[in-house]
């Protein structure tokens, strides 16, 4: 019996490393880049979030203190796009803001297919953070986003989130503001959604031609 239960131990113990190798890392891009920077900040270390509903959840957040990441194509240039988690894009308003940056019109905006984002900000097991500036990338904010003190922002990595002042950010980020965001209806289930079923409701939103 006691041969059982060592050999027993030694299988838990294994399934224990295995876990904590197949854990989600802090990219190291990000702390060097916000060490460098020299702003105030914490790192917030949570358990494996595909959501910023999830994210909001683990870390007994209001919805809209979670700063949503998205990369935008606007015709031929790539934007970080931030706004409060509890809001969705219009890409109408999105397009409009993004004209008064460049100085003319847009045509087509769009959020790019899944290996196009992963090819262009090299990401491995990484979604997309908030700091767009890593990628030379510029960042335009949603107007209510920026009328926050304080956020949380993904760093990219599934288990880690950055926490800062909202004004900070705007500030390392050189981000531009606009007015895009509207508000979404949170909807709560019993029942978690299938990540196939959450990706299609997200495709059908990823196109949108301007005339």
Known sequence: ??????????????????KKATAPKLPKKVIEYLKKAGVPHDIIEHKTVYTAYDAAQ???????????SLLVKADKDYYVVILP?????????????????????VKTIKIPAEKIVQDLLRLKNETVGAFGQLHKLPVIADASFAKLKKAIFSSGGLGHSVEMKVADYL????????????????????????????RGKQKSNKTINKK
Do not use: W
């Not at 683990?58 to 949503?68: D, L, R, S």
């Open 58 to 68: 683990t870390m007994g957040k209001k919805i809209n203190e979670i700063a949503k």
């Open 85 to 105: 988690a509890d809001k969705n894009v219009d890409f109408d308003k999105l397009g409009k803001s993004i004209a008064k940056i460049k100085g003319k019109g």
């Open 1 to 18: 019996m006691p041969k059982k239960n060592n050999t027993n131990k030694q299988k838990n113990n294994k399934k224990i490393k295995q």
């Open 171 to 198: 500030d390392l980020e050189k981000a531009r503001v606009g007015s895009f965001g509207v508000k979404k209806p949170i909807k709560k289930t019993t029942k978690p959604h299938s990540t196939k079923a959450a």
